[in-house]
């Protein structure tokens, strides 16, 4: 496994990251031990980035993510979560308020059970909240101890352009990490996000790095989702990368892969990790298999030619 900086901060992330969305937890579809058995591989696989949210399973996956963590020393690894989804029915039970963050903090950290979380992220942007009071109980955090890095998720270039204007203008610890979903059939923050996010110091730490399975190969058909697969449990998500031009972009895909002898999980998590300005990709797993395989895009470095071949079929000449 290598380790990259998390944006300017001096923090080291794996390359490869594993996240906890729609799977571990009370309701999701991977039950507690196999979640263990998946952390567990992760860990001793040398990935010691792991990220979930308050929001998934309502706390639930916070609890299984921390437990399983719990054997390992506090400092071997860096633990993301966020704030900002909807925890309630009451009023203020969503949002980034500071009476929302600060609570949501606490009740993470008891979820957890631990001191302090490494990396704690603005879920997404609130636009009820003025963005210096959720910049301000954000550096409270670190101040306090309880966070030790802030980040923001599924933020626009725009709304990253001006956290780190308000940052810098009241002396505020910046973010130091963008998380939104990047792959290679879903490329839009190249355009904005990546060269604001470089100007700044902020390190990408990109989600759907298979575009929910489909930059694995095993959708061939749009009418037969392999059973157990991650269409069966979310298939909004999935339906949006799943379509004709896409099956046959992943079937040529797949065919560079096979003559680099990788798989195309691979072949897609090292497409990405060609960009420097992206720290860490996040994958998911229900089977400890899936780790072993995914990690290994670490040490692929692809060529120009690759590259190349890769773009055409990605983005074919027009007529």
């Given at each position: 496994?290598?380790?990259?900086?998390?944006?300017?901060?001096?923090?080291?992330?794996?390359?490869?990251?594993?996240?906890?969305?729609?799977?571990?937890?009370?309701?999701?579809?991977?039950?507690?031990?196999k979640a263990f058995q998946i952390i567990d591989r992760a860990y001793e696989s040398g990935i010691n980035f792991f990220d979930t949210a308050n929001i998934y399973m309502r706390g639930e996956s916070e609890k299984a993510?921390?437990?399983?963590?719990?054997?390992?020393?506090?400092?071997?690894?860096?633990?993301?979560?966020?704030?900002w989804g909807k925890m309630g029915d009451k009023p203020n039970e969503s949002g980034l308020s500071r009476k929302h963050i600060m609570e949501q903090c606490d009740a993470s950290l008891k979820r957890l059970n631990m001191?302090?979380?490494?990396?704690?992220?603005?879920?997404?942007?609130?636009?009820?909240?003025?963005?210096?009071?959720?910049?301000?109980?954000?550096?409270?955090?670190?101040?306090?101890g309880k966070v030790l890095y802030i980040g923001v998720s599924n933020w626009t270039a725009a709304q990253i352009n001006e956290a780190v204007r308000v940052a810098d203008r009241y002396l505020l610890n910046r973010i130091?990490?963008?998380?939104?979903?990047?792959?290679?059939?879903?490329?839009?923050?190249?355009?904005?996000?990546?060269?604001?996010?470089?100007?700044?110091?902020?390190?990408?730490?990109?989600?759907?790095?298979?575009?929910?399975?489909?930059?694995?190969?095993?959708?061939?058909?749009?009418?037969?989702?392999?059973?157990?697969?991650?269409?069966?449990?979310?298939?909004?998500?999935?339906?949006?990368?799943?379509?004709?031009?896409?099956?046959?972009?992943?079937?040529?895909?797949?065919?560079?892969?096979?003559?680099?002898?990788?798989?195309?999980?691979?072949?897609?998590?090292?497409?990405?990790?060609?960009?420097?300005?992206?720290?860490?990709?996040?994958?998911?797993?229900?089977?400890?298999?899936?780790?072993?395989?995914?990690?290994?895009?670490?040490?692929?470095?692809?060529?120009?030619?690759?590259?190349?071949?890769?773009?055409?079929?990605?983005?074919?000449?027009?007529?």
């Amino acid at each position: 496994m290598k380790y990259r900086k998390l944006g300017r901060s001096g923090v080291k992330v794996s390359e490869i990251s594993l996240g906890s969305w729609l799977t571990y937890g009370e309701g999701g579809y991977v039950d507690k031990d196999k979640a263990f058995q998946i952390i567990d591989r992760a860990y001793e696989s040398g990935i010691n980035f792991f990220d979930t949210a308050n929001i998934y399973m309502r706390g639930e996956s916070e609890k299984a993510v921390g437990e399983a963590l719990s054997k390992y020393p506090r400092h071997s690894y860096v633990l993301a979560t966020k704030v900002w989804g909807k925890m309630g029915d009451k009023p203020n039970e969503s949002g980034l308020s500071r009476k929302h963050i600060m609570e949501q903090c606490d009740a993470s950290l008891k979820r957890l059970n631990m001191d302090y979380i490494d990396l704690y992220y603005c879920h997404h942007f609130d636009p009820d909240t003025p963005i210096d009071e959720t910049m301000r109980a954000m550096n409270d955090l670190i101040t306090q101890g309880k966070v030790l890095y802030i980040g923001v998720s599924n933020w626009t270039a725009a709304q990253i352009n001006e956290a780190v204007r308000v940052a810098d203008r009241y002396l505020l610890n910046r973010i130091v990490a963008s998380q939104p979903p990047y792959n290679m059939l879903r490329r839009q923050i190249e355009q904005e996000i990546m060269p604001v996010s470089a100007q700044h110091g902020i390190g990408q730490v990109v989600y759907s790095p298979l575009a929910q399975g489909v930059l694995t190969g095993k959708y061939t058909d749009l009418q037969n989702m392999p059973e157990g697969s991650r269409a069966q449990h979310a298939k909004g998500s999935v339906s949006s990368y799943l379509n004709e031009t896409t099956l046959a972009q992943t079937a040529q895909l797949k065919e560079i892969a096979n003559d680099l002898g990788c798989t195309l999980s691979q072949l897609a998590l090292a497409w990405i990790l060609r960009k420097e300005e992206v720290s860490s990709a996040i994958i998911g797993a229900s089977r400890p298999e899936q780790i072993d395989d995914n990690i290994k895009a670490s040490a692929i470095t692809l060529t120009e030619d690759t590259l190349d071949a890769i773009e055409t079929i990605l983005q074919p000449p027009t007529a």
